[in-house]
């Protein structure tokens, strides 16, 4: 009794049922709060928009910490810690969620499709080139391709698509690569990296058969 008299301290009891309400809506505005928070920071990191946000959504953190020791202050030490802990439990949550996001968000591939064009490639022959350009930089090391291919030839001429072939070659790539034609061609390439811009020379090879005609169309163009 008297070590409790000088402190002014009472020890901590069992929480009753509006009391764990109490906390749980806590936990939830402050991981709330926190979430937003992190999704600022994340949006100005990947949208290269400078610290210009994220140094405002630490400030306004820096802010929060003394309003949520007001807020669990009411009338004693003990409920201060609760929401000490309460607070600290929604932070390491929003960490943790952001951790994740951070992993996800590059694990994704960014789709250059529109930053993209595919050159002479309106009525391809045996050993056309074709000149695929990317306006983007790249920071991984492949660039998925998604392609149309259609016969063009005039006449009665049997479709070339089966036997023909697409090869892939430039400066830009760490590696040369050949894809079997079809109707739609999927091509994973490995890149050098450096540069604003990529280059991609696309061969059409026929096996010599001088009636093909092809014509091919971009669908879709990937960097990590």
């Not at 259609?150 to 036997?163: I, N, Q, V």
Request: proline share 4%; glycine share 10%; charged share 20%.
């Amino acid at each position: 009794m008297a070590a409790a008299g000088r402190t002014g301290r009472r020890e901590a009891t069992p929480l009753g049922p509006e009391e764990k309400r109490y906390l749980c809506v806590l936990f939830s505005v402050y991981l709330a709060l926190l979430g937003i928070a992190t999704a600022v920071v994340l949006w100005s990191v990947y949208a290269d928009d400078g610290p210009g946000p994220a140094a405002s959504v630490v400030g306004g953190l820096l802010a929060l910490v003394p309003v949520m020791v007001a807020v669990g202050q009411r009338n004693d030490r003990v409920e201060v810690v609760r929401n000490w802990k309460v607070f600290l439990g929604a932070l390491v949550t929003a960490l943790l969620l952001g951790a994740a996001a951070v992993v996800w968000m590059s694990s994704q591939s960014e789709d250059v499709t529109t930053r993209s064009r595919l050159r002479h490639a309106e009525a391809m022959a045996d050993g056309s080139v074709a000149r695929l350009t990317v306006n983007a930089e790249s920071e991984g090391d492949e660039l998925k391709l998604k392609l149309g291919a259609e016969d063009k030839a005039d006449g009665f001429h049997t479709s070339c698509l089966p036997l023909a072939s697409l090869h892939f070659s430039g400066a830009d790539l760490a590696d040369e690569s050949d894809v079997n034609l079809d109707s739609e061609v999927s091509a994973t390439l490995p890149l050098r990296g450096g540069g604003p811009k990529l280059r991609v020379d696309v061969t059409l090879n026929t096996s010599g058969d001088e009636g093909c005609r092809v014509r091919l169309t971009l669908k879709g163009a990937e960097l990590p």
